[in-house]
């Protein structure tokens, strides 16, 4: 009986971890989808920006990853010691999906770009929290962690390049849709 339960509760742990990055995925892909389309193809993006395509292609993988790693970091942690590694887990989601509703939805990569440094902490900190739980929970985050690297040289090269030419009309966004301009 027991290992049923503990079947059921590692199941349902999975299933949480995964519904949790895949709604996050999902509001990322909303959010982007309102500049995709009108205002992003406009500006100007640095060398070695990738196709649009490619994007939802690589962060959907790290999205499971991410979820694979909180399981796993969550399954590793002694009873009632999971908070703060958790607590930090869903602090580099938030921010996660903050950057995402700065950049595409309020259409500002000066404010994405401020954001940044503090995401790319929040998931160096959880990658180090997990590293002490269960290290490959942490290893599965590191190419979550140089995606957003990469990520980091291309909203500062979009910032660099259509401050000198001047940013192209912002058009609707989710400030406007929510009525905050």
Same mark, same amino acid.
């Given at each position: 009986?027991?290992?049923?339960?503990?079947?059921? /509760?590692?199941?349902?742990?999975?299933?949480?971890?995964?519904?949790?990055?895949?709604?996050?995925?999902?509001?990322?892909?909303?959010?982007?989808?309102?500049?995709?389309?009108?205002?992003?193809?406009?500006?100007?993006?640095?060398?070695?920006?990738?196709?649009?395509?490619?994007?939802?292609?690589?962060?959907? @993988?790290?999205?499971?990853?991410?979820?694979?790693?909180?399981?796993?970091?969550? $399954?590793?942690?002694? @009873?009632?010691?999971?908070? @703060?590694?958790?607590? /930090?887990?869903?602090?580099?989601?938030?921010?996660?999906?903050?950057?995402?509703?700065?950049?595409?939805?309020? $259409?500002?990569?000066?404010?994405?770009?401020?954001?940044? *440094?503090?995401?790319?902490?929040?998931?160096?900190?959880?990658?180090?929290?997990?590293? $002490?739980?269960? *290290?490959?929970?942490?290893?599965?985050?590191?190419?979550?962690?140089?995606?957003?690297?990469?990520?980091?040289?291309?909203?500062?090269?979009?910032?660099?390049?259509? $401050?000198?030419?001047?940013?192209?009309?912002?058009? *609707?966004?989710?400030?406007?849709?929510?009525?905050?301009?």
């Amino acid at each position: 009986m027991a290992s049923i339960l503990g079947c059921f /509760r590692a199941c349902a742990g999975l299933a949480f971890f995964l519904g949790i990055c895949a709604g996050v995925f999902a509001l990322n892909g909303v959010i982007t989808s309102l500049s995709i389309e009108d205002w992003y193809p406009g500006l100007i993006k640095p060398t070695g920006t990738p196709p649009d395509w490619v994007f939802p292609l690589v962060w959907g @993988p790290l999205f499971v990853l991410m979820a694979l790693a909180g399981w796993h970091a969550w $399954r590793s942690c002694s @009873p009632g010691s999971c908070g @703060p590694a958790m607590t /930090r887990f869903a602090c580099q989601l938030g921010l996660n999906l903050g950057w995402t509703a700065l950049f595409f939805g309020l $259409r500002s990569p000066t404010l994405a770009l401020l954001e940044l *440094p503090l995401l790319l902490a929040a998931i160096g900190v959880t990658i180090t929290t997990f590293w $002490r739980i269960a *290290p490959l929970a942490a290893l599965a985050l590191v190419p979550y962690l140089l995606w957003v690297s990469y990520a980091a040289y291309l909203n500062a090269g979009i910032l660099f390049l259509n $401050r000198l030419s001047g940013f192209p009309g912002r058009g *609707p966004s989710l400030a406007t849709g929510l009525g905050l301009v």
